[in-house]
């Protein structure tokens, strides 16, 4: 029987780093559904998880793999699921509920090429904007783009961290090619992982209101059979949990559920960067592109083009401040992904017309060179 | 209407949420019967409240989780089995209700249930089938009769009804029955049974829907009990394929699956976890 965190040097893909990374972080429950690329990760965890007192299942499609999650968050356990992009448009709905009952769960996205069933087993990050605002309604959510196994492994851990943090659902978007990817993945000792868990309810059971929000906007949650007796629905709701079918609770709510987002950006957002403090061009990338796009920036250099590499770690929120700020000062953005524009246009509206912005894209199946990212950085600028 | 005048006491107070009254539910429904039967139930039997949750899907009989005073979840259309299947297999202490509609347990949500039951994942599902979506404005369901008129069939329903116990006992269920809101003490008995029942238990309880239903189909409240009364005959143990809803022939009500078997949190930890771990849990 293996313990809960794998320490030790190992040679893993990115689907099982992610699972790894999942236990690692505590998370005990698993809803699945097989789906080509992100199946190795259903596949790796339904073996550990009851060895480590956890429970894995396999649903009978992802809505109710996305209902189970959100069912067992509820019941206090750190919950997952993993599936790709037919998958993750099935579990839009109940992520929508995750969001408006501030349910903490993590979705992880190994991104294949669409639309409709695509190329099943070629990878591309053509869900990003899905990821943003798939889910009807207005809303927040943190998204994740992990650029190798062992940066999926601490991320994953990560996007836990985050949702028991914020009380919301973190997405992982990861593409086919990391989930499918082999590389050295070091685990540390349990004592030396960072986890935490979610703010709990205190005090009088009788007067707990489950959505008074605390200090950082974020209520402190009454999990089931805890005694609380707490009514917790998608319907618009009062502090009390009770449905309030007004226009100012709306707007309470609202203003709730997207400010414990925005009101903590510094401590959300994270990005990297290379060779970015004298850069006059900056790709800006994430995920498997963000890999051929630093190899684009060491050639630029070489040929005394300075360019340097601003990485997305977080891609939502996405750091448009840092944009901004990169935009006053230098010549112009090249944005690489596998998709036809979709993060470019945040770079574009971030940057705020200060500075041009330009797409190095692909519809996906393949990835983007370092040759391509080149030819198009020196036309452009 | 005025909320509860707190010093008439009702003897299910304790377990409703008395400042959420007065309840959507229109006059004449019968929704509210089959949810105090349920509450009746949930304390007759004994069970432990504190550890009990209702799970609840989306529709008028949807809104059931909103009114009881333990904890409960209204989910999304449909999903209120997956939701309650997480709730239970990550806490199995829990005891787990779901309270939901015909239409969201059996059209949008059909598939989960039958997977609910095939599993045998040890939830009480307990289904008020109006024969209709009551929430929309009355719209055709799974489980509307051939020919009857709804808003999206204006001239009859041109597709029959599921038998929703035959496909409980067909998928696995554990404990299936089904009864009318007329029949008060039967139903919260069977409800009683069927949270005692280790596994997974259906209710079927028919109820009038007579502002949406009733009225395309003359058929006020008063003539549903009628029907409730008249047509149908209690039958317990009748084949689960004798079970379908005609009121012209008559309708059979009763108990008609009551089993043990493994419930898929037995099976799993037989099968899945390491035997060391199962005994070390046993001696604790
Ligand atoms: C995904 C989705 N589709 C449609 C609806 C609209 N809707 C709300 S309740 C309902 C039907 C409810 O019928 P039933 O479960 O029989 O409950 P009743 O109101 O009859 O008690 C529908 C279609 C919805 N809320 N969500
Ligand atoms: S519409 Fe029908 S089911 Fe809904 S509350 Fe009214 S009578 Fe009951
Ligand atoms: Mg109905």
């Not at chain 1, 987002?261 to 990338?285: G, P």
């Not at chain 1, 977080?314 to 401040?321: G, I, L, M, R, S």
């Not at chain 2, 041109?158 to 269920?173: K, V």
Request: charged share 20%.
């Amino acid at each position: 029987m293996k313990p809960a965190v794998l320490t030790g040097a190992h040679f893993m893909t990115g689907d099982v780093a992610c699972a790894e990374g999942a236990l690692a972080a505590g998370c005990r429950f698993f809803g699945g559904y097989p789906i080509t690329p992100a199946t190795e990760i259903a596949e790796h965890i339904s073996g550990r998880l009851p060895q480590v007192g956890g429970t894995f299942i396999q649903m009978e499609d992802e809505i109710a793999a996305m209902a189970s999650i959100v069912g067992a968050s509820c019941a206090g356990v750190k919950s997952m699921t993993a599936t790709s992009g037919p998958g993750l448009s099935l579990m839009l709905e109940n992520i929508g509920l995750a969001v408006c009952t501030e349910t903490p769960c993590v979705v992880v996205n190994v991104q294949r090429a669409g639309p409709s069933t695509g190329l099943p087993t070629l990878g591309a990050q053509g869900d990003m904007m899905q990821a943003r605002w798939g889910s009807h309604g207005h809303y927040e959510i943190i998204a994740l783009a992990p650029a190798s196994p062992q940066e999926i492994f601490y991320q994953t851990i990560e996007a836990f961290n985050l949702s028991e943090t914020y009380r919301v659902p973190v997405l992982i978007m990861t593409d086919e090619m990391i989930g499918h990817l082999s590389e050295r993945v070091v685990i540390p000792e349990a004592k030396a992982i960072h986890t935490v868990s979610r703010p709990k309810a205190r005090g009088r059971k009788d007067r707990f209101k489950p959505f008074a929000p605390g200090p950082n906007g974020v209520a402190p949650m009454a999990i089931a059979g805890e005694g609380y007796h707490i009514h917790v629905t998608g319907l618009t709701h009062d502090e009390r949990g009770y449905p309030d079918m007004t226009v100012e609770g709306q707007e309470v709510m609202m203003s709730r559920i997207v400010g414990k987002i925005r009101n903590n950006l510094k401590d959300i957002i994270r990005t990297d960067s290379y060779l970015l403090d004298d850069a006059e061009i900056v790709i800006v990338s994430y995920g498997v592109s963000s890999r051929t796009s630093l190899a684009a920036v060491d050639e630029a250099r070489a040929q005394g083009i300075k360019a340097g590499l601003f990485r997305l770690i977080t891609v939502w929120p996405f750091p448009e401040e840092e944009i901004r700020k990169l935009a006053a000062r230098v010549k112009g953005f090249v944005t690489v992904e596998l998709n036809l524009g979709q993060i470019h246009l945040e770079v574009e509206r971030s940057a705020g017309g200060l500075a041009p912005c330009v797409l190095v894209g692909h519809a996906g199946g393949t990835i983007i060179t370092p040759d391509r990212v080149l030819k198009t950085l020196k036309e452009a600028f | 209407m005025t909320p509860t005048n707190k010093s008439i006491n009702h003897p299910l107070d304790d377990l409703l949420r008395t400042d959420r009254i007065p309840h959507i539910w229109c006059p004449g429904c019968g929704i509210g019967t089959a949810f105090a039967a349920c509450l009746t139930a949930m304390k007759a039997s004994g069970i432990d409240l504190e550890k009990t949750v209702m799970v609840s899907g989306i529709g008028c009989s949807g809104r059931g989780a909103g009114y009881v005073m333990l904890d409960s979840y209204h989910t999304t259309h449909g999903r209120a089995i997956p939701f309650a299947t997480g709730l239970k297999l990550a806490n199995p202490e829990l005891n787990v209700v779901v309270f939901s509609g015909d239409g969201d347990l059996f059209a949008i949500g059909g598939n989960h249930f039958i997977h609910g039951a095939r599993r045998n994942v040890d939830i009480t599902v307990v289904c008020v089938n109006n024969l209709n979506y009551g929430m929309t404005g009355g719209q055709v369901a799974a489980t509307t009769p051939l020919g009857a008129k709804t808003t999206t069939t204006p001239v009859g329903n041109p597709d029959g009804p599921f038998n929703l116990p035959l496909m409980a006992y067909a998928a696995g269920a554990s404990y299936v029955s089904r009864w009318t809101i007329l029949h008060t003490r039967d139903m919260t008995e069977s409800i009683k049974d069927a949270l005692l029942n280790r596994g997974f238990a259906f209710v079927e309880v028919l109820s009038p829907c007579p502002v949406n239903f009733g009225r395309r189909n003359k058929e006020k409240a008063l003539d549903s009990l009628r029907l409730y009364q008249e047509k149908t005959i209690i039958k317990n143990d009748a084949h689960p394929s004798e079970l379908d809803i005609d009121f012209e022939r008559g309708v059979t009500l009763g108990k008609f699956v009551d089993i043990e078997r493994p419930t898929c949190i037995d099976r799993y930890d037989a099968t899945c976890r390491p035997p060391e771990m199962l005994e070390e849990e046993k001696a604790a």
